[in-house]
Nanobody
Framework: QVQLVESGGGLVQAGGSLRLSCAASGRTFSSYAMAWFRQAPGKERELVAAISWNGGNTYYADSVKGRFTISRDNAKNVQYLQMNSLKPEDTAVYYC?????????????????WGQGTQVTVSS
């Protein structure tokens, strides 16, 4: 069992930056692939970025490439999402997710554990 708690969301102006954190409980964090998803009002949940168990492989949605960076610290049981050059269209609830295997996946149904979400609002 893994419990995930996100933090770091908030209100920021367009062009600004935020760093989201996801703290995980449990001793097997390093064996899980991790990801960040987001869901805007009236839209489906979408994958933003994903990272393999050791950080060796990462994936980004086209909409965030070059602006967002996913990372993890297995010693601290934490993953991060550094978000730069934020745009109003990045406004959403951001969710941390864990997948019970080392390789990340693209679809929400493939992830086993979820955090409660943190709101990110980007004003124009």
């Amino acid at each position: 069992q893994v419990q995930l708690v996100e933090s770091g969301g908030g209100l920021v102006q367009a062009g600004g930056s935020l760093r989201l954190s996801c703290a995980a409980s449990g001793r097997t964090f390093s064996s899980y692939a991790m990801a960040w998803f987001r869901q805007a009002p009236g839209k489906e949940r979408e994958l933003v970025a994903a990272i393999s168990w050791n950080g060796g492989n990462t994936y980004y949605a086209d909409s965030v490439k070059g602006r967002f960076t996913i990372s993890r610290d297995n010693a601290k049981n934490v993953q991060y999402l550094q978000m730069n050059s934020l745009k109003p269209e990045d406004t959403a609830v951001y969710y941390c997710a864990a997948k019970g295997s080392r390789r990340p996946a693209y679809y929400a149904l493939d992830y086993d554990y979820w955090g409660q979400g943190t709101q990110v609002t980007v004003s124009s």
